[in-house]
Structure formats: structure tokens, C-alpha cells
């Protein structure tokens, strides 16, 4: 990991002292991790893909998005796929998105790319303290047959002519891709 810190300073043309703010925790973000690492190994999970780019055809719709890791588990039997997403945000962020059920649609998303019928599915939180800590969304199979229900459902209504009020609040609309197109920021 530390090879890895080093080539990518150097990947991303920083100095030396760019990295130092990050330098300074470092140690203890990788230790934390590779504790979490340790553990999560001993419970039977494998390293599968990461940075998985997919593609899941859903009727006239194609779901298309990036994973950040994909690990097998298994207790007795056939593997079944854990999906992982890293977070770096704060860990009492992250528990809130498990408690938030089909109000937090990443989880589910990332589920819906995958064909399997069974899956797990959890963020791992990767704290700067040196505490890395797995949250599992254990009603992931659940969460994504309401969101696939939902996204059929909205994408039909749209074909009908629904209206589409900007309904998005505060990061999301940070990160959304259209923003601009659906006029929100003039409103006021
Ligand atoms: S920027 Fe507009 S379209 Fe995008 S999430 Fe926010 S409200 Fe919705």
C-alpha cells in the first residue's frame, strides 16, 4: 500500500509535500484497513474484481454504472458475490445510510447491476482514525426489487408524459449530472 501511495503521488505529477497533509494520517488509515482487511479475510471472503464496469439490461432500459469492488463469501456451498462500496465520509454518515432503507439507492443500485439472485452488499467505511468498519445493507435483495419496481415504474410514466419536478436536495444535487436542466438554482 505504501508502493502504491508512492506511485500514484508520482502518477498524478504531486510533490512530495502535496501529499503531506494526507502523509501524516496515512499510517494509520492504511493499518486500520489492513486490520479490517485481516479479519474480513478470515470470515471466508475472497478478492474477486475491482473497479467493475457494468452493464444490466432492464426491459428498454440499460443500467450502467462502476463498482468498486466485488469480493465471494461463503459459509458452506456456492460463493455468493459481495458487493462493496468504500466510503471515507464520516462512519456515522455511513450507518445512516444502512438505517435509511429504499431512501439510500446506491446499495441497491450496485445489486441491480448483478444478474445473481442471491448477493450480499455493504459499504466499508475507511476511517481516517485508523478504524476501517464494514456496514451491511442486509435486506440489499429486498431494496433492489423496490428500486428496480421504481425505476420501471418512473421511466413509464415519464414515456407517458409525466411531468418531472426537481425534487433533489442539497449533495445530490451536487453531483447530478443535469443540473442546470431542470432550472432548480432559479428559483430564487
Ligand atoms: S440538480 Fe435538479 S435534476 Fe439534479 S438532482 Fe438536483 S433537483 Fe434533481
Known amino acids: 500500500m505504501d508502493n502504491a501511495a508512492r506511485a500514484v503521488t508520482q502518477q498524478q505529477g504531486l510533490a512530495e509535500g502535496d501529499f503531506l497533509p494526507f502523509a501524516a494520517g496515512w499510517p494509520?488509515?492504511?493499518?486500520?484497513y489492513l486490520r479490517w482487511l485481516a479479519q474480513h479475510e478470515k470470515t471466508g471472503a475472497v478478492f474477486r474484481q475491482a473497479e467493475v464496469q457494468t452493464r444490466q439490461p432492464l426491459g428498454a432500459l440499460q443500467l450502467v454504472g462502476t463498482i468498486d469492488r466485488i469480493d465471494a463469501v461463503s459459509s458452506t456451498g456456492e460463493p455468493t458475490p459481495l458487493v462493496i462500496d468504500y466510503?471515507?465520509?464520516?462512519?456515522?454518515v455511513t450507518k445512516k445510510r444502512i438505517g435509511a432503507?429504499?431512501?439510500?439507492t446506491q446499495l441497491a443500485f450496485y445489486a441491480a447491476l448483478l444478474s445473481h439472485d442471491t448477493l450480499r452488499a455493504a459499504y466499508v467505511n475507511v476511517g481516517e482514525r485508523g478504524e476501517t468498519q464494514m456496514h451491511e445493507q442486509?435486506?440489499?435483495v429486498h431494496l433492489r426489487d423496490l428500486l428496480v419496481e421504481g425505476i420501471q415504474h418512473d421511466?413509464?410514466?415519464m414515456a407517458a408524459g409525466a411531468p418531472m419536478?426537481?425534487?433533489?436536495?442539497?449533495?445530490?444535487c451536487d453531483y447530478c449530472a443535469v443540473r442546470g436542466l431542470c432550472r432548480k438554482d432559479f428559483w430564487k
Not at 494509520?28 to 486500520?32: A, E, L, M, P
Not at 432503507?101 to 439510500?104: L, P, T
Not at 419536478?165 to 445530490?172: C, H, I, N, T
Open 138 to 140: 442486509e435486506a440489499v
Open 165 to 172: 419536478p426537481a425534487l433533489g436536495e442539497g449533495s445530490v
Open 87 to 92: 466510503k471515507t465520509e464520516n462512519d456515522a
Open 101 to 104: 432503507g429504499a431512501e439510500d
Open 155 to 157: 421511466f413509464a410514466r
Open 28 to 32: 494509520q488509515v492504511r493499518d486500520g
